[in-house]
Nanobody
Framework: QVQPVESGGAFVQPGGSLRLSCTSP????????MGWYHQAPGKTRNLLVT???????DYEHRAKGRFTVSRDYAKNILYRQLNDLEPDNTGVYSC?????????WGRGTQVTVSS
């Protein structure tokens, strides 16, 4: 099954930082339109940011200035940098793309922010 693979989640204290990664041996992550999603405990999955070849659309207005997205074209990795984390940022972060006309997500990586 073709799907992205996320990593980098961890348990951190408020104010901490993490860098999440998304890659795949079968997908050209570096060229595709990609999205990062967040699913808080007991809630639905929400789109945080979309990155096309030309631009980035950030939907997570509360986190502006704290979270960024980038790509490493040589390594075929999509990153989500999370800075100054808050307990509300706890949840599963997953990346998404469209493959054969179908949206596909990875299994996600768990981020827990707590003191």
């Amino acid at each position: 099954q073709v799907q992205p693979v996320e990593s980098g989640g961890a348990f951190v204290q408020p104010g901490g930082s993490l860098r999440l990664s998304c890659t795949s041996p079968e997908l050209e992550i570096r060229l595709r339109t990609m999205g990062w999603y967040h699913q808080a405990p007991g809630k639905t999955r929400n789109l945080l940011v979309t990155m096309t070849r030309d631009r980035t659309i950030d939907y997570e207005h509360r986190a502006k200035g704290r979270f960024t997205v980038s790509r490493d074209y040589a390594k075929n990795i999509l990153y989500r940098q999370l800075n100054d984390l808050e307990p509300d940022n706890t949840g599963v972060y997953s990346c998404q793309t469209r493959y054969n006309a179908v949206d596909i997500w990875g299994r996600g990586t768990q981020v827990t922010v707590s003191s």
